[in-house]
């Protein structure tokens, strides 16, 4: 007895070469967003805490403004951030996408923990 039906192999074999190339999916799920999103919420909450506790904003250009404009620039940011990432994943580069996704919501929380541990 054959472990592999010849026949049925052929056809597939057939049928994928019949189709030409095809492209890799490209989608990297919604994890790597979810991180991004994370991650710059914990930044704007804590820069938020941080500044009611006698902090002031490290980050030149966002100074000492009030939320709006942090707000504003810190959604910009991610937004560019997201697009960035979903474009590299789109060129056929998923792993690289997952991997700039992950560490782009990872350091804005490293950023959050710190404003949090060192508000006067």
């Given at each position: 007895m054959p472990v592999f039906d010849?026949?049925?192999l052929a056809r597939y074999v057939s049928d994928a070469l019949s189709q030409g190339p095809q492209r890799p999916a490209t989608g990297i799920g919604p994890g790597?967003?979810?991180a991004m999103a994370g991650g710059n919420a914990a930044d704007i909450l804590s820069t938020i805490y941080a500044k009611e506790h006698g902090s002031?904003?490290?980050?030149?250009?966002?100074?000492?403004?009030?939320?709006w404009p942090l707000l504003a620039a810190k959604l910009a940011s991610m937004a560019?951030?997201?697009y960035g990432v979903h474009k590299l994943a789109d060129s056929g580069h998923p792993t690289a996408?997952?991997?700039t996704g992950y560490l782009l919501g990872a350091v804005p929380a490293a950023v959050a923990a710190?404003?949090?541990?060192?508000?006067k």
């Open positions: 010849d026949a049925a790597p967003y979810l002031h904003e490290a980050n030149p250009v966002l100074g000492e403004g009030n939320f560019g951030q997201m996408a997952k991997v710190h404003n949090v541990l060192t508000a």
